[in-house]
C-alpha cells in the first residue's frame, strides 16, 4: 500500500469509529485457528509472538517505528512474524478471508467488549475468545438470553457469576446468545458443523482457578517422550528442570497453558496455548523433548504421590494386554483419567481415541505385553494412590464407596449431618454409605440442583475424636448424579473439594469484672497478627489471650472446650485443652508466654465442628499473683511419648490459693464450606448464643495490682486500729473519776 492511501486511511474518521473502542468497552482479540485475512497487510513484523502482536494492534503502533497507525486485525503464522491489516473480515470490515489456509496460520480480530474490565477480557493476554465458524456446541446450554451483538454476548459470558462459562454458542440471525458450562476439549463429540449463521467461541480467558470448572477438579500432566506439536513455538524460557518448567504452566499468566515442552538436555520450556486436540496434523516425534498436557481430573490428589511430575506417560499408537478391571464408554480421556485415580489397583490404562472408550488394568508394560495399535493410545499411570472415592447412581439414591490400601478406622458422613447420615467402621478396606434424594428423606441433606442430586460428603482421616470435628486431614467430597437417567446403576461425578472458606463472628471482648476492674481478650489471628476475617481448613492460626493488668507470668490456660453453635443433631464437645495440656499437639499447640506481646498463644490449626457453621471456644484461665507467678505444665505428647512444657495447670481438687483466680474467656469462630448458601446463616439458632451473653466476667490480678492491694489494705487497716486507739482514749477520758457509793 502506498504512503498516500496510508495517509487517507489514517485520517478517515470511518475506520477510527469502527476499530476504536468507546470509553465504556475494552479492546479485545477473537482468535480464529486455520484462517488467515486476505489481502497486502499495511505491516509486516517479526514481533516475536502474538502477545506482542496484539499489544501493537490494540494501540494501534506501528512495531517497526512506533508510529500512530490504524490497526483492525493481524494474521500469525505461529512462530514470529505478523501481518497487521486496517482492515477485517465481513462483517466487521470489508475484506475477506482467504479460502484454503494452511494448518499454521491464525487471524486475530479486533473487537470492543462493553461493560467488562480490561481484566475480565484478559487483555494480558493476545485473545479473549477464539472462534469457529459455523459450528454448535449442543447439549450444555447453561443459560440462553437476547442480546444486541454477539460482542454483548461474549460479555454476558465474561461477567457470568453463577457458573463458569466455558464456550458460547451465537446465532448472528435470531441474536440468540448461549452460555455452556463445557468446551469442545471436554465434549469433543458434542460439537457440530452447522449450516445456520451461528458461530462457537471458546472462553480463553479462564484461569489455573476456575478452568477445571466452579466444582473442583485438579490438574495433572500426561507426558509423551520424544515428541512435540511442530511450527509453533510459543513463549520460552530456561528452566532448571522439568518441575520448574511444569510449574510454569501452571502460573502462566500471559498464555492459557494447554502444553509444556521441555528439553531436558538444553533445559528449554515452551509453553503453549495449542495442544494435540488443536494441532492433530502438526504434532509428532522428535528427540530430545518431552511433550506434557495439563489434564483435568475429578479426583482426590491429597493422598496420593501425584505432585509437579508427570501422573501418566502417554505411548500413541500403542496398548496392553491383559484382564481389564474397569470400563467406560462415551467418555474423554479427563473421564477415564478420573476413573484410574478411582480405582486403587489402577496401573495403567488404554484409551481408544475413535470410539471414546476407557479400558483400565491392574498391571503395566513390566507385567504384560505391548502391541501397535493405531486408533488407541496406552497410559501409564506414574503416581501411588492411597484412596479413593466413587459414586453410583441408583434407585436408592447416591451409594458413595470409598477403597484404601490400608485397613481404614474412621468415618463417614453428610456434611452438617453427622447425627442423621453418618457410618463409622474399625479395620475397613471399604466404607459405604447411601445419600436418598431429598424427596425421600432429608437426614442427609442432599438437594437437586440444575437437573441434578447432590450430596457433600466428608470423609474422617484425622483420627480425631469425635469425627465430627472437621480439620484439614480430613477429605471432602461433593457427588452427584443426574436426576433424569434411567432406572440403571451408573457411575456419577465425584468431585474432590478440600478448601473452605472460615471467617469470624466477631471475638468477644468481655465486660469490665468488678472487683477489680479489669479487661481482658481472647482473640484469633492470622500469620500476620491480623484480626481473623478469612481462613482455610487447616490453616494456621494465633490463640491469644491478653490481659490490661496481667502479664504472661501471671496468666495460664487450664482449659479450652470447642463446643458447636446452632446447628442440626446433637453436639458433642470437643477439649482442645485439658489440665493444662493440648489433647491434639498437631491441632492445637502448647500454650506459650510471649513476653514480647505481654500474652499467651498457642498455634491453632483452623478446624469446624459438623452441624454448623459456628465454633464457640471457651477457655478457663487461671490468674497467680505473688513473685513465683504460674507454675508451668509437664504434658506428655501420646504420639511420641515424650514431655513438653505447656503454660496451662492441672485442675485443683482443693479450693484456690489466697490471691489467685480462675475465670473463663470466650471466642466464636464462623466456618463456612465453599458452595454453602449464605443466605442459610439466617436460619441458625443464634437466639441462644449471642455474643452478648457468652461474657463470664473475668477476675485478673497481676502481681504488681496484688501487692498494691495488700499494702493498700494494710494501711487501711493501720488507720482503722488507729481510729480505735482514739475513740478509745476518748471514751475513757469522759467517764467520772468518782465511782457512786
Not at 548 to 554: D, I, K, L, M, W
Not at 658 to 684: C, F, K, M, N, P
Request: glycine share 6%; aromatic share 8%; charged share 20%.
Amino acid at each position: 500500500m502506498g504512503v498516500p492511501l496510508l495517509l487517507m486511511l489514517l485520517s478517515s474518521p470511518l475506520l477510527e469509529a469502527v476499530f476504536d473502542c468507546a470509553p465504556h468497552e475494552t479492546t479485545a482479540f477473537i482468535r480464529s485457528p486455520r484462517t488467515r485475512l486476505a489481502g497486502t497487510p499495511v505491516v509486516v513484523s517479526t514481533a516475536g509472538h502474538d502477545l506482542t502482536c496484539a499489544q501493537y494492534c490494540r494501540n494501534n503502533i506501528e512495531p517497526t517505528t512506533g508510529a500512530q497507525r490504524v490497526c483492525a486485525s493481524f494474521n500469525f503464522d505461529g512462530r514470529e512474524t505478523c501481518y497487521f491489516f486496517d482492515d477485517a473480515a465481513a462483517p466487521a470490515g470489508t475484506a475477506q478471508l482467504a479460502g484454503n489456509p494452511s494448518a499454521n496460520n491464525f487471524y486475530y480480530e479486533k473487537t470492543c467488549l462493553p461493560g467488562v474490565s480490561a481484566h475480565e477480557a484478559c487483555t494480558y493476554r493476545s485473545f479473549s475468545f477464539e472462534k469457529t465458524r459455523n459450528t454448535t456446541l449442543e447439549g450444555f446450554v447453561r443459560k440462553s438470553l437476547q442480546v444486541g451483538s454477539h460482542e454483548q454476548c461474549l460479555s454476558a459470558c465474561l461477567k457470568e457469576t453463577e457458573f463458569v462459562c466455558r464456550s458460547v454458542n451465537f446465532n448472528y440471525d435470531s441474536y440468540l446468545c448461549e452460555m455452556s458450562t463445557e468446551d469442545r476439549r471436554s465434549k469433543p463429540t458434542h460439537l457440530r458443523r452447522t449450516t445456520e449463521n451461528v458461530d462457537y467461541f471458546d472462553n480463553n480467558c479462564l484461569t489455573r482457578q476456575n478452568r477445571c470448572g466452579s466444582s473442583g477438579g485438579n490438574l495433572v500432566f500426561v507426558k509423551t517422550t520424544n515428541f512435540e506439536i511442530h511450527f509453533y513455538d510459543h513463549t520460552q524460557s530456561v528452566e532448571a528442570q522439568e518441575s520448574f518448567c511444569l510449574q510454569k504452566c501452571l502460573d502462566s499468566l500471559n498464555t492459557f497453558c494447554r502444553s509444556v515442552e521441555f528439553s531436558p538436555t538444553e533445559k528449554n520450556c515452551i509453553v503453549s496455548d495449542e495442544d494435540t486436540f488443536s494441532r492433530a496434523d502438526q504434532q509428532g516425534q522428535v528427540q530430545a523433548k518431552d511433550y506434557y498436557e495439563p489434564i483435568c481430573v475429578a479426583a482426590d490428589l491429597s493422598s496420593s504421590t501425584c505432585r509437579q511430575q508427570a501422573a501418566f506417560e502417554r505411548f500413541i499408537g500403542s496398548s496392553i494386554e491383559g484382564e481389564v478391571i474397569a470400563s467406560a464408554q462415551g467418555v474423554t480421556i479427563s473421564d477415564c483419567i478420573s476413573l484410574c485415580f478411582q480405582n486403587l489397583n489402577c496401573k495403567s490404562i488404554n484409551y481408544d481415541r475413535t470410539a471414546s472408550t476407557c479400558y483400565i488394568y491392574a498391571v503395566g508394560r513390566a507385567d504384560a505385553n505391548m502391541k501397535a495399535n493405531p486408533s488407541t493410545d496406552y497410559y501409564e499411570f506414574n503416581c501411588e494412590s492411597q484412596f479413593g472415592g466413587m459414586a453410583l447412581c441408583t434407585n436408592e439414591g447416591i451409594r458413595f464407596i470409598v477403597n484404601t490400601k490400608e485397613p481404614y478406622t474412621g468415618a463417614i458422613y453428610a456434611a452438617e449431618r453427622f447425627s442423621t447420615c453418618s457410618q463409622v467402621v474399625e479395620n475397613a478396606k471399604q466404607i459405604s454409605i447411601t445419600f436418598p434424594p431429598p424427596t425421600v428423606s432429608t437426614d442427609c441433606g442432599t438437594v437437586i440442583r440444575d437437573g441434578k442430586m447432590e450430596a457433600l460428603v466428608v470423609v474422617s482421616l484425622d483420627g480425631v475424636l469425635p469425627h465430627q470435628v472437621t480439620t484439614e486431614w480430613d477429605r471432602f467430597y461433593r457427588v452427584s448424579c443426574d436426576v433424569s437417567m434411567d432406572k440403571m446403576v451408573k457411575e456419577g461425578s465425584v468431585v474432590v473439594t478440600t478448601l473452605y472458606e472460615a471467617g469470624t463472628a466477631g471475638t468477644q471482648v468481655l465486660d469490665v469484672a468488678t472487683p477489680p476492674p479489669v479487661t481482658a481478650q481472647l482473640t484469633f489471628l492470622n500469620q500476620l497478627e491480623e484480626p481473623l476475617e478469612k481462613a482455610s481448613i487447616g490453616d494456621p492460626l494465633i490463640l491469644s489471650v491478653t490481659s490490661e493488668q496481667a502479664g504472661p507470668h501471671n496468666m495460664m490456660v487450664t482449659e479450652c472446650v470447642a463446643t458447636r453453635v446452632g446447628g442440626f443433631g446433637d453436639s458433642a464437645p470437643f477439649t482442645l485443652i485439658e489440665n493444662g495440656c493440648p489433647r491434639y499437639p498437631a491441632l492445637v499447640g502448647p500454650i506459650e508466654q510471649d513476653f514480647e506481646k505481654n500474652r499467651l498463644k498457642s498455634d491453632v490449626r483452623a478446624f469446624r465442628l459438623d452441624g454448623s457453621y459456628d465454633v464457640q471456644i471457651m477457655c478457663t484461665i487461671m490468674f497467680c499473683a505473688g513473685p513465683n507467678g504460674c507454675p508451668v505444665s509437664n504434658c506428655l505428647d501420646s504420639g511420641t511419648n515424650e514431655l513438653f512444657s505447656s503454660h496451662g495447670r492441672r485442675k485443683r481438687s482443693t479450693s484456690l490459693v489466697d490471691g489467685d483466680s480462675q475465670e473463663t474467656l470466650s471466642a466464636v469462630i464462623r466456618v463456612l464450606a465453599e458452595g454453602e448458601d449464605i443466605s442459610d446463616l439466617s436460619s441458625l439458632s443464634h437466639s441462644n448464643h449471642s455474643l452478648s451473653s457468652l461474657s463470664d466476667d473475668l477476675v485478673c490480678m497481676s502481681e504488681a495490682w496484688f501487692i498494691s492491694s495488700i499494702v493498700s489494705l494494710s494501711l487501711l487497716c493501720l488507720l482503722l486500729s488507729s481510729l480505735i486507739v482514739v475513740w478509745g482514749l476518748h471514751s475513757m477520758s469522759s467517764v467520772p473519776k468518782h465511782l457512786p457509793q
